[in-house]
């Protein structure tokens, strides 16, 4: 029971680091004179961490064992939290970059630790651990603004503020120091490496499909609140906007994962939260102001949605602990690493066009690809590695 809390806690901690720059990137950029493109490079950082330092998880598990490890990279986050409240540039992208790294470990290690230690409850701590990762996105996007607010109108306390749950769970987790999974292989059993995966065609669907998704939700989540703040809404309604995206996400990340554990397949997911993505998108394209609520509560359930999904996937695709293991380095790492261009695209076709159309027409373009790739990696079978390494 306390691992599946200290797992949710660590969840909580997984995408406020990223997820507060979104709304508070206006008064970054009017503090430190970013330009649009220099703040897409900041809010593409993370994810490209998540994407580059994922090989790290798997290496570090091997030493420490995965509850050590978790511990650890609560650590790193906290500490890389604290470093961004620093004054300079530098110490804004070194605090953004740890932060990245210990959240690219705690990516990969979750469906690790769900595979070892839950194996029948694979749904519900799926369902547990993306509710409260998609909830306290949600939470960060809605309260990152109003406490910068509160506390002298600077962005640093609306970055700052994110440290305390990372403390919270470090309380929790540490208990787990030391001790390792119940179904974590024998010293000396051999290992599916993640380069045994690279030719399996299955391992690859699942990988493309969690990038593309990523790219649209973290392209969403660092330009929303400019897209609707281009239209005349001031900066704390937009950040609400994606706040509330996030909190209607909740639903779907509190049940898609049971019921796509259950299901014989997971194609008729794919096409569900495709055509949500492609209405809100559409929306905001042609009528922004009109009824922005609805637009993002469509955004919102639409993308919320299929990263859950893409989650599961990794942890039935995968088959045994070992393989799942190795998927999900594979697919956080190639993943993320594709996904990073999204924010960095999107900003960099704003910077060029002058407007926000072109770059919300490129992200309705995405979901044609996404959707193709997200059938293919829903089909019922699993991952078949050639060999495995020690």
């Not at 919270?168 to 000396?188: C, D, F, H, K």
């Not at 900066?235 to 209607?248: M, N, V």
């Not at 599961?312 to 190639?334: D, E, H």
């Amino acid at each position: 029971m306390l691992l599946a809390i200290g797992m949710v806690l660590l969840a909580t901690n997984l995408r406020p680091a990223a997820a507060a720059i979104g709304p508070l990137i206006d008064r970054i950029k009017s503090d430190t004179g970013l330009s649009a493109t220099g703040a897409g490079a900041l809010t593409t950082l993370p994810v490209l961490c998540f994407g580059a330092l994922a090989p790290l998880a798997p290496a570090l598990a091997r030493r420490l064992g995965e509850r050590t490890t978790a511990a650890l990279a609560l650590v790193v986050l906290l500490t890389g939290t604290l470093v961004r409240l620093v004054p300079g540039l530098g110490f804004l992208f070194l605090g953004t970059a740890l932060a990245g790294a210990a959240i690219a470990v705690g990516n990969v290690l979750l469906p690790v630790l769900v595979r070892g230690n839950f194996p029948d409850r694979i749904g519900p701590l799926t369902s547990m651990y993306t509710t409260a990762l998609v909830g306290f996105a949600a939470l960060s996007a809605g309260v990152s603004v109003p406490v910068a607010d509160a506390l002298g109108g600077g962005w640093r306390p609306g970055l700052a503020i994110w440290a305390v749950p990372a403390v919270i769970a470090l309380i929790v987790w540490a208990p787990q120091l030391g001790r390792r999974s119940p179904a974590r292989p024998a010293p000396g059993t051999p290992v599916v490496s993640v380069r045994s995966l690279l030719r399996d065609p299955v391992a690859w669907a699942v990988t493309l499909f969690f990038a593309l998704q990523s790219a649209g939700f973290y392209a969403t989540l660092a330009w929303l609140p400019s897209v609707f703040h281009s239209h005349g809404l001031s900066t704390s309604h937009a950040g609400f906007l994606l706040s509330l995206s996030l909190i209607f996400g909740l639903i779907p990340a509190l049940t898609v994962p049971s019921l796509a554990a259950r299901a014989s397949h997971q194609r008729q997911f794919v096409l569900v939260f495709v055509a949500f993505i492609a209405a809100g998108w559409i929306g905001v394209l042609t009528a922004p102001t009109s009824v922005p609520y609805l637009w993002v509560v469509l955004l919102g359930i639409g993308q919320n949605a299929m990263f859950p999904l893409a989650l599961t996937l990794i942890v039935l695709r995968g088959g045994s602990v070992t393989s799942t293991g190795a998927l999900s380095t594979m697919v956080q790492t190639f993943g993320y690493l594709i996904a990073a261009a999204g924010p960095l695209v999107i900003g960099a076709v704003h910077d060029i066009s002058g407007s926000w159309t072109p770059p919300l027409l490129v992200l309705l373009a995405l979901l044609v690809p996404q959707t193709v790739i997200g059938l293919e990696a829903a089909r019922n079978r699993t991952v078949s590695p050639p060999h495995a390494s020690v």
